[in-house]
């Protein structure tokens, strides 16, 4: 995730054959510059809802401050992205802090790993006949004059039990015994139905799919070990060979290296997810049963906090080239507590919209809620 005016600085690049990389650094680095303006203008505007209305913080390009600023920013923004993953995960799959209380008891120096499982079936239930009057109405002449009827036809209908069994699970080292703690799992089933002649199983009889995994640790590493639930996280700026510029080091690479992954981990458990529900409703429903809002999961949008954590605010001295200052720890708290907020209103409307069983209710939702905005979470963060 490169780009844009935190990238600014760093040692020269080898030149690359057969390319003009001029104009296309330009352009590239034009357009994150532009976009990481507008993403903060548009958080700002959301952000002021829970801040003092005579507040005015800014991109730190329109106001005056110094290189320790950009250091500090990032820092934030990061904390930020991590809290807010760490509470999308509480919210989502149930990896609640007393959940993370006993895995950080368990692991002492091992691993910690998040998994998705996913199972489903269709079993054959009965077969059903209904006769069916035509909507016209057809006439026949007779010795008695004309006769007015409507055609009957014979429906044969098979009906079938389509069920979808998913758990999310954490576990230390390799699991096992002792290990596994299970977070939040769902086993629910809805009818669906042909109209062939002989019956004919529509979906795999059963499909195991293969477990999700991603590892965690570097979550659980990032919280406080005063069992406060914040999240720490500093740059190390004492070795110039690992720290090259707020954006360029270390700290923020190991970031990146993780949430990449745990980005890959959540499009493919909402992928999967996705696919068994939309299997389940891509065949005939028995007459009554509506299909669900799928996109209820999508409908709206939840405020992402990460490049609101990006801005400045002008300092109140007199002095008009006195630096201006990030947000302070009162306010980092009140933009979680809105994003927070805002997560919970798209549950609520989600809440409201789905039915209260079948395959997909507001648990699935939720999971695929969450899943998708860990994406957006880490896309604006890289």
């Known amino acids: 995730g490169g780009g844009g005016w935190l990238c600014g600085g760093g040692g020269k690049k080898k030149k690359k054959k057969h390319t003009r990389p001029t104009m296309s650094r330009r352009v590239y680095g034009d357009f994150t ?13 959301d952000v002021r809802k829970c801040l003092d209305a005579t507040r005015n ?60 499982n996913c199972f489903t079936a269709c079993r054959f239930k009965e077969t059903k006949t209904r006769e069916e009057e035509s909507a016209t109405r057809h006439e026949k002449e007779g010795m008695f004059g004309k006769t007015t009827y409507k055609s009957v036809t014979t429906i044969t209908e098979h009906f079938w039990e389509y069920t979808v069994s998913w758990a999310f699970s954490a576990f230390v080292g390799t699991g096992g015994t002792g290990n596994t703690f299970p977070l939040l799992s769902r086993t629910a089933s809805h009818t669906i139905m042909t109209r062939t002649k002989e019956p004919s199983n529509p979906l795999d009889v059963k499909r195991s799919f293969d477990a999700i995994d991603v590892e965690i640790t570097w979550l659980l590493n990032a919280l406080s070990k005063d069992g406060s639930g914040l999240v720490n996280f500093d740059i190390d700026r004492s070795d110039p060979a690992t720290c090259h510029t707020p954006r360029r080091n270390a700290d923020v690479d190991d970031v990146l290296e993780h949430a990449s992954a745990l980005n890959g981990w959540s499009k493919r458990v909402l992928s999967q997810m996705t696919r068994t529900v939309e299997d389940g409703y891509s065949k005939l429903l028995p007459r009554g049963v509506e299909k669900p809002s799928l996109s209820a999961p999508f409908d709206g949008e939840v405020f992402t906090p990460v490049s609101v954590m990006l801005s400045l605010e002008e300092s109140q001295e007199d002095d008009a080239d006195a630096p201006s200052k990030p947000f302070a720890a009162g306010d980092f708290q009140a933009i979680i507590e809105q994003q927070q907020n805002s997560f919970k209103e798209r549950v609520d409307a989600i809440d409201a919209a789905l039915p209260s069983s079948g395959i997909f209710t507001t648990a699935e939702a939720v999971v695929m809620l969450s899943v998708g905005y860990s994406c957006k979470l880490w896309l604006q963060y890289m």
């Open 33 to 45: 510059a532009q976009k990481a303006r507008s993403d903060i203008k548009s958080a700002l505007v």
């Open 57 to 116: 913080p800014q991109h730190p390009a329109d106001v005056p401050h110094t290189y320790d600023d950009k250091f500090a920013i990032v820092e934030l923004a990061t904390r930020a992205a991590l809290t807010v993953q760490l509470n999308t995960l509480a919210n989502g799959v149930a990896l609640t802090p007393d959940v993370i209380a006993e895995l950080q008891a368990a692991r002492g120096k091992n691993t910690v790993t998040l998994r998705y």
